[in-house]
């Protein structure tokens, strides 16, 4: 079975940094784009990052551009989501996906793109 375990929240400073890890297995990773979004309280699940099978393309929400990198190490089933600058508003649950289709990315999108989530990590951001 799928299996997606996120990891490395916590809680960090504004202006801090934090390193998430996306843990996968049960399917073939290096064929499937990733993508990270966030439930933050009283908001709608939020597309964050998505980044190719290869690591060859990646997208991020116009709220993160500049400040989170996505990357991915097929060789250890894990992407990473760097966090830096961080700010209040980044508060929230993260949680990594699985694209349902092999070798396909698309920007922005959640829904019926991404077939399986992990259970997420909790990021709070607080003085």
């Known amino acids: 079975q799928v299996h997606l375990v996120e990891s490395g929240g916590g809680l960090v400073q504004p202006g801090g940094s934090l390193r998430l890890s996306c843990a996968a297995s049960g399917f073939t990773f290096s064929n499937y784009a990733i993508a990270w979004a966030r439930q933050a309280p009283g908001k709608r699940l939020e597309w964050v990052s998505g980044?190719?099978?290869?690591?060859?393309?990646?997208y991020y929400a116009n709220s993160v551009k500049g400040r989170f990198t996505v990357s991915r190490d097929n060789a250890k089933n894990t992407v990473y989501l760097q966090m830096n600058s961080l700010k209040p508003e980044d508060t929230a649950v993260y949680y990594c996906?699985?694209?349902?289709?092999?070798?396909?990315?698309?920007?922005?999108?959640?829904?019926?793109?991404?077939?399986?989530w992990g259970q997420g990590t909790q990021v709070t951001v607080s003085s």
């Open positions: 980044i190719y099978s290869d690591g060859s393309v990646a």
């Open positions: 996906g699985k694209n349902s289709r092999e070798g396909y990315l698309a920007e922005g999108t959640l829904g019926d793109n991404y077939d399986a």
